[in-house]
């Protein structure tokens, strides 16, 4: 698997810099300070780049997804922001492996030996008995260890990316649980030990949102490309905290901050919003 440390190009859905100006000034600055390449994925209906492109395996293998999560095909006024990745890998010359299987690729955290995904993947596919699903997506992704951790009780996503990221092959980060019931917890943290992972606790906040599809105060959902990283600030109490943390955390990278309430609004924050891949 490409890991995150290992890429070095970025893309954005086209429609970011239009429907979200404010954040993409702001954005754009930060990029250009940390002399992070972008280009733009054209033709999408949503700013959600990281759900509907395809999950890069090897510097010649996407594999493409179907994009089609019931969060979405269930309602006829989200139905219509479903983008065409047909459409989009043709436009941008990249010729996926495809797959009938529904997986977001927000529901994908991947190391170079890991993959971690929610275990929402299993009632997105009901073609598939559990088995048959966990080998087929052993197989397309090329990995040594498939890991589930159960969906986060309030994420009507169903997205990992919110709750966990590797920090290398061996240690994970993940959201301080402490606020949440701890039947929750523990399956969580099981599912970690079981892997053989260790983890590291970061703060998490997102209790004082008015609305439940706010991401505000959820900073793992962060974006790293290469030797950088760049962090979702909400005007909290825990942004600096936690750009202290990741400044020791990633020693040798540039660690940079961005606003991102606009689109923390709309349920997604950094990770959401990227695809980043290994250009060769």
Known sequence: MIADQKTNLLYLADTLRINYFDFWTRFEKTLAESSIKFDWIPIT???????????QVNKDKFVQFVYNPSYLRDDVKWKKTISDVDAICNAIGVTPLKTDIVVDGGNVVKSEGRVIMCDRVFSENPHYTKPQLMDEL??????????????HEGDEFGHADGMVRFLDNNTVLVNDYSGETSEFQGR???SLHKAGLDW??????????KLKIQAQGIYINYLEIGSHVILPAFGMKEDDIVSKQFE???????????????IANEGGVLNCITWDVYNY
């Open 188 to 190: 969580f943290l099981l």
């Open 45 to 55: 209906k949503d700013i959600w780049a990281r759900d509907y492109m395809p999950i």
């Open 138 to 151: 052993q197989r397309l992704f090329e990995t040594d260890q498939l890991i589930f951790i159960p969906t």
């Open 248 to 262: 020791e955390l990633f020693r040798g990278k540039t660690v940079s901050t961005v606003n991102s309430n606009e």
């Open 200 to 209: 590291i606790e970061i703060p998490y906040n997102p209790y004082n949102n």
